[in-house]
T-cell receptor, first 114, second 109 residues
Framework: DTEVTQTPKHLVMGMTNKKSLKCEQH?????MYWYKQKAKKPPELMFV???????INESVPSRFSPECPNSSLLNLHLHALQPEDSALYLC?????????????FGQGTRLTVV | ELKVEQNPLFLSMQEGKNYTIYCNYS?????LYWYRQDPGKSLESLFV?????AVKQEGRLMASLDTKARLSTLHITAAVHDLSATYFC?????????FGKGTRLHILP
């Protein structure tokens, strides 16, 4: 199983809504990532969790709040977003231990803020 | 600060031709990734390169790594239309995986 599963696949939310994105992997990977990707741009790193602890926050606005409840699950809580936050949100994971090679990406959540 | 530069950013080529995409990075890294992305889709892992001189091949794509020059290349042999996509290199350092701007490859049938 080399799968990273993201839900939902599509999300439309208003600027006053609260929603969450979910990411799950069962490969025993101990590093998990959130990226934001705008059209025709590269993925932009937002957060990194290493062994369930937040290790990197790339100065992301507080309206994005990550959470790692366990080693298989990563959430991104969204609140009071702006239309410019509309993008493809990608989750990734890698082993970070012996045998660490690939970083696998989920299929993404396409977020539209209205 | 880790920076990753790719060139060219856009490439239009005829089927059957060969070409190379270049990826330079600014600081030492412990691994380099190549990904493919089709429009509206996620990232598909192509190669992971771990050590100096590493070369990996899959079909018409071959990737290599020169850690001393901080340079990786993705070579396309006898391009076919199905290879049209955006190709990203990415570099890992201290848990950060940072992407280049991508190369949009358009192969004309």
């Amino acid at each position: 199983d080399t799968e990273v599963t993201q839900t939902p696949k599509h999300l439309v939310m208003g600027m006053t809504n609260k929603k969450s994105l979910k990411c799950e992997q069962h490969m025993g990977h101990r590093a998990m990532y959130w990226y934001k990707q705008k059209a025709k741009k590269p993925p932009e790193l937002m957060f990194v969790y290493s062994y369930e602890k937040l290790s990197i926050n790339e100065s992301v606005p507080s309206r994005f709040s990550p959470e790692c409840p366990n080693s298989s699950l990563l959430n991104l809580h969204l609140h009071a977003l702006q239309p410019e936050d509309s993008a493809l949100y990608l989750c990734a994971s890698r082993r970070r231990e012996e045998g660490d090679t690939e970083a696998f990406f989920g299929q993404g959540t396409r977020l539209t803020v209205v | 600060e880790l920076k990753v530069e790719q060139n060219p950013l856009f490439l239009s080529m005829q089927e059957g031709k060969n070409y190379t995409i270049y990826c330079n990075y600014s600081t030492t890294s412990d691994r380099l990734y190549w990904y493919r992305q089709d429009p509206g889709k996620s990232l598909e892992s192509l190669f992971v390169l771990l050590s100096n001189g590493a070369v990996k091949q899959e079909g018409r794509l071959m990737a290599s790594l020169d850690t001393k020059a901080r340079l990786s290349t993705l070579h396309i042999t006898a391009a076919v239309h199905d290879l049209s996509a955006t190709y990203f290199c990415a570099v890992n350092r201290d848990d950060k995986i940072i992407f280049g701007k991508g190369t949009r490859l358009h192969i004309l049938p």
